[in-house]
């Protein structure tokens, strides 16, 4: 078997850091805000970390297992650990979500660009609130500009794919990752400061239960796999570069811990700010868009030269948080490729490439000129959003749950988690009923409950 060249993390760090610029990305700053703003905040973000404890850091563990054990990407790990059966098409159901994934989590990633163009040259400045819902409307609708960036961004991941990652991903992600900490911690200190900004505070903070109806647990449910890269084998894929010696439950606690701070910094920045300006917190996938260009704006409007240099800081680290999610998410498609059908890396990553950027510009288009085209009355944008983060994901993991709860031996399973029995795992029993009973029974309840509604 030729394996194929990518990151073999070297130390602890590296592995978390790989798994971390996976986990975090537009899921966080863009999709967690949008997702609690229209489903009533604070509540939304309480039942999100309780997936994110029930069914994510367990699930994120056997994803490990399952890539660490069998050294396959996701499309060969399955058929590598129970061959002969049909768990083969759990690995084959995570390359095709992770495939619809990146088509439109593209064309989101291609708006970073041209707002850090906006930034750069200077098209922030003096614009009112009004001004900027009006200029994402208008870049949105736009046939031709969104397309224009998401060719670009798509041509930056297929470089890093075909370039191979290697040190250089990790290397970057190492200055990276903090700088975007660092960035967001300020941003949310400016954003709650300004006027107003309690009320913003306050939806974050308090609950109101009266709001929790079943599509806001299947919400908090989507986003959590979404965000922690679950439910696909992206972190699967990775943890087949996992050394012997890499802790598995620490590492998915330290990947969880990292992904949800951002995630709640994220909100942090965005509620107050737009409840300063007047912008509905629900305003959908635009909501980051338009909020931070304002909190630039007005938080450093007496200082063009920081809210400028703010700006451009801020748009390039998000842009490069997305590269790092959409190399992880092309990885997967093109080892597929790669491994199963012996294509070259660079054909597997040029058809992968090609294919995406015909879902994304389907998408994109359904934003403007396309948006009569409705799939049960949802965008196609929207629709393929709903179609993987709500229902493939959690899908999946649960079919991984239960892949490592009730099929894998169980001896390779504490192996794992022990790193041959060198380490402690006092959370073994407690993961294993988990992955045997919580989980499934819990997504599956979340699934007919919602299915209920959609009937
Ligand atoms: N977790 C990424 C984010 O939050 C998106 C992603 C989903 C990446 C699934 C890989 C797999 O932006």
Redesign the pocket.
């Known amino acids: 078997m030729r394996h194929h060249e990518r990151v073999s993390f070297g130390s602890r760090l590296g592995a978390i850091l790989a798994a971390a610029g996976?986990?975090?990305?537009?899921?966080?700053i863009?999709?967690?805000p949008f997702e609690a703003g229209n489903h009533g905040g604070a509540a939304f973000i309480l039942i999100y970390l309780g997936c994110v404890f029930i069914f994510g850091l367990p699930i994120m563990i056997s994803e490990f297992i399952i890539g660490r054990h069998s050294k396959a990407s996701t499309g060969r790990a399955y058929a590598v650990l129970a061959p002969g059966t049909p768990w083969k098409w759990v690995g084959y159901l995570g390359v095709l979500?992770?495939f619809l994934?990146l088509g439109y989590?593209s064309v989101v990633s291609g708006w970073t660009l041209e707002y850090i163009f906006q930034a750069a040259t200077g098209g922030f400045s003096g614009k009112t609130p009004d001004e900027f819902v009006a200029m994402f409307n208008d870049f949105s609708k736009d046939p031709l500009r969104p397309l224009l960036w998401l060719f670009v961004f798509m041509g930056l991941t297929h470089f890093v794919i075909v370039k191979g990652v290697k040190s250089g991903i990790e290397k970057s992600s190492k200055i990276m990752m903090p700088l975007l900490f660092v960035l967001i911690i300020l941003l949310a200190v400016c954003s709650i400061m300004l006027p107003g900004a309690g009320k913003g505070i306050e939806f974050l903070l308090k609950p109101d239960f009266s709001k929790v109806t079943s599509d806001v647990f299947l919400g908090a449910m989507g986003q959590a796999?979404?965000?922690?890269?679950?439910?696909?084998g992206?972190?699967s894929t990775y943890a087949s570069y996992f050394s012997k010696d890499i802790r598995l439950g620490h590492t998915a606690m330290s990947v969880g811990l990292i992904?949800t701070c951002v995630s709640v910094l994220a909100g942090l920045v965005i509620f107050p700010a737009a409840f300063s300006v007047g912008i509905q917190p629900d305003a959908g996938p635009s909501l980051i868009f338009i909020t931070l260009p304002n909190v630039f704006q007005q938080a450093f409007g007496n200082i063009p030269a920081l809210a400028y240099i703010c700006a451009v800081a801020f748009y390039v680290l998000l842009a490069l948080?997305?590269l790092t999610?959409?190399i992880?998410?092309h990885e997967?498609a093109t080892a597929f490729l790669h491994e199963k059908f012996q294509f070259s890396r660079g054909k597997a990553a040029r058809l992968i490439s090609c294919l995406c950027l015909l879902i994304g510009i389907v998408a994109s288009l359904s934003l403007g000129d396309w948006s009569e085209y409705r799939i049960a009355s949802l965008t196609i944008f929207d629709a393929l959003d709903f179609l993987t983060?709500k229902i493939m994901?959690p899908f999946g993991g649960m079919l991984a749950a239960i892949f490592v709860g009730w099929f894998l031996n169980r001896k390779i399973v504490r192996d794992e988690v022990t790193n041959n029995g060198r380490i402690k795992a006092p959370y073994y029993s407690l993961f294993l009923f988990i992955l045997k009973f919580v989980a499934p029974i819990g997504i599956s309840f979340i699934f007919i409950n919602e299915l209920g509604w959609l009937g």
């Not at 796999?225 to 696909?232: A, C, D, N, P, Q």
């Open positions: 996976s986990a975090v990305g537009l899921g966080n863009w999709r967690f979500t992770g994934i989590y796999f979404f965000s922690l890269s679950l439910g696909m992206c972190l992904d948080a997305a999610s959409t992880s998410l997967v983060a994901l």
